[in-house]
Nanobody, 128 residues
Framework: QARLEESGGGLVHTGTSLRLTCTLS????????VGWFRQSPGKEREFVAA????????DYADPVRGRFTISRDDAKNTVDLQMNSLKTEDTAVYYC?????????????????????WGRGTQVTVSS
């Protein structure tokens, strides 16, 4: 059974960094897109970043481009999200997601509805 688990969240101050890790198990995600999303209270889940197989074609939401970096290690079945220069508006629960129908990053991979497998999320809180 497919399983995704996020780790690495926490409470940090503005301007600092965190590294989130998504560990995937249960089936082979190597050929599929893995995405990161986030959700704040009262807001819809929003796209953060996505990465294709072999680490190709990373895609980022405008609010995080230049500050966040997504990477994957298929040998370890992990996808990381390095978050630098954190802002208070980055505070959210962060989720990783995957789906066997997504092979390459595209406009479709920005939509939560395209993903069938989700982790339970990890809280990131950025205080000023």
């Amino acid at each position: 059974q497919a399983r995704l688990e996020e780790s690495g969240g926490g409470l940090v101050h503005t301007g600092t960094s965190l590294r989130l890790t998504c560990t995937l198990s249960g089936f082979t995600f190597n050929s599929h897109v893995v995405g990161w999303f986030r959700q704040s209270p009262g807001k819809e889940r929003e796209f953060v970043a996505a990465i294709s197989q072999n680490g190709a074609n990373p895609d980022y939401a405008d609010p995080v481009r230049g500050r966040f970096t997504i990477s994957r290690d298929d040998a370890k079945n992990t996808v990381d999200l390095q978050m630098n220069s954190l802002k208070t508006e980055d505070t959210a629960v962060y989720y990783c997601a995957a789906d066997t129908s997504l092979y390459y990053v595209s406009s479709a991979s920005r939509y939560p509805s395209k993903y069938g497998y989700w982790g339970r999320g990890t809280q990131v809180t950025v205080s000023s």
